[in-house]
Nanobody, 124 residues
Framework: QVQLVESGGGSVQAGDSLRLSCVVS????????VGWFRQAPGKEREFVAA????????YAQHSLKGRFTISRDNAKNTVYLQMNTLESADTALYYC?????????????????WGQGTQVTVSS
């Protein structure tokens, strides 16, 4: 059993930055992958970034052009998503999710556990 709670979203202006946090609780992690996804109105859920809980391997959506960076603090059971130079197109509900094996880190169906999401709204 895994629970995830996102926070850090809000309303900002284009060009601003935000850091989202995802606190993970439940069973001990040794092989899980934790990822960030986003979903805008009328669009499919989109992969943003993911990290293995153990080790340094990360995955990222190339189209984000390096503006978004995932990181984690294992001692705090927290995964972060640093979002810089935000654009109106980044407006979406951002979800944190956990996968038992992470065989397909960019595939939403690979994740069994999801948070409720945190809203990011970027105004131009």
């Amino acid at each position: 059993q895994v629970q995830l709670v996102e926070s850090g979203g809000g309303s900002v202006q284009a060009g601003d930055s935000l850091r989202l946090s995802c606190v993970v609780s439940g069973r001990t992690f040794s092989r899980n992958v934790v990822g960030w996804f986003r979903q805008a109105p009328g669009k499919e859920r989109e992969f943003v970034a993911a990290t293995r809980w153990i080790g340094e391997i990360t995955y990222a959506q190339h189209s984000l052009k390096g503006r978004f960076t995932i990181s984690r603090d294992n001692a705090k059971n927290t995964v972060y998503l640093q979002m810089n130079t935000l654009e109106s197109a980044d407006t979406a509900l951002y979800y944190c999710a956990a996968s038992d094996y992470g065989r397909s880190p960019s595939d939403p169906s690979d994740y069994a556990y999801w948070g409720q999401g945190t809203q990011v709204t970027v105004s131009s």
